[in-house]
């Protein structure tokens, strides 16, 4: 019975932890744009690799 009386606040405790941070995930946007990154990734966009290779053989 003891063990019943801690696992039930600190479970209460973890469950409001994480409606906090869910909400303040909603809040900061984390949410906002959940398909560009996704579709960003499979763009034949080259064009930021060279900027990248020119400025580090720039640096050499």
Do not use: R, Y
Request: charged share 20%; net charge negative.
């Amino acid at each position: 019975m003891s063990m019943i009386a801690l696992l039930i606040p600190l479970s209460l405790i973890l469950v409001v932890i994480a409606v906090w941070a869910f909400l303040w995930a909603v809040n900061a946007g984390q949410f906002d744009d959940l398909d560009t990154p996704a579709w960003d990734m499979l763009s034949d966009d080259d064009s930021t690799l060279s900027v990248k290779s020119e400025s580090i053989q720039d640096k050499h």
